[in-house]
């Protein structure tokens, strides 16, 4: 059975977006990988964060995870920060690669250009996204586009470490889902939906009151026409409440463009808020089920337990590859 690896920052509730885009996919991987999903607080504090507010947002993450649909008997869910695997082997990968290579990073740009001083977090985490995959033999990485730049780094470190040191990790395949991998604000459609958007109409949360789901998807940015088609370039709007619709209702988006046809957008938008609602309400229920419950520490403290074994075993391969430590002593 092929292994999946993936990570998501607990740095506030998740939208929508990440829903569709990577957790939604999750529950259909887990039937087929051996899937490990890690809430990856350590990448969170490459920026600043209220200790008590980060603390809130892992166990709230985790929590999601599990309401989303992830089976802690088929998947192993951690907290990144449990295993310390991970950042000891983020800073071996660290010493193998380049500064220009991430210097090159376009996220590093975005998020340190206009400012005075910039973590060196920031800079160097890409060596420690890299270690969170490589420790566990990972064969694929379900990411957006967005991280494609440093699942690349990652395979290029995995190959540079492999042909210097010794043959010990399997190099990662990109999984860029087909459908539904990038959700669009619903204010700017010409962008993803993001939660550090600071117009909060733009993005739907899965913890948002159904009043709200509804006000947001009503007041969403479509066109003049009032017809409701399927067009990217010329009706990106209409084209990503489509999208939403499809994919939450289970329905093919020529089927809904049929079932419009001749309606306008009110119809469609009072329909389409009563999928998302009806879609993230079981989700809700589950969620604070466990979000005070010794159940969510209990699959934390497994997940974090064949996390360490599984990761322990590799970074002892990578510290022996390289000469860290003393060579093992005999047994007599």
Known sequence: MKTIFSGIQPSGTITLGNYIGAMKQFTELQEEYDCYFCVVDQHAITVAQDKAELRKNIRSLAALYIACGID???ATLFIQSEVPAHAQAGWILQCVTYI????????????SHGKEAVSAGLLTYPPLMAADILLYGTDLVPVGEDQKQHLELARNLAER?????????TVPEVRIPKVGARVMSLQDPLKKMSKSD???????????DPKVIEKKIKSAVTDSD??????RDE????SNLLSIYSI????PIAELEERYDGKGYGDFKGDL???VVDAIKPIQDRYYELIDSEELDDILDRGAEKANRTAGKMLKKMEKAMGLGRKERKKR
């Open 72 to 74: 802690p008997e088929k």
């Open 100 to 111: 220009g290579e991430l210097e090159r990073m376009t996220q590093f740009k975005d998020k």
């Open 161 to 169: 470490f492999n042909k210097k040191y010794n043959d010990i990790f």
């Open 198 to 208: 600071e117009n909060k109409k733009a993005f739907i949360t899965l913890l948002d």
């Open 226 to 231: 009032g017809i409701v088609r399927f067009d």
């Open 235 to 238: 009706k990106p709007g209409v």
């Open 248 to 251: 939450l209702g289970g329905t």
């Open 273 to 275: 808020a009563k999928v």
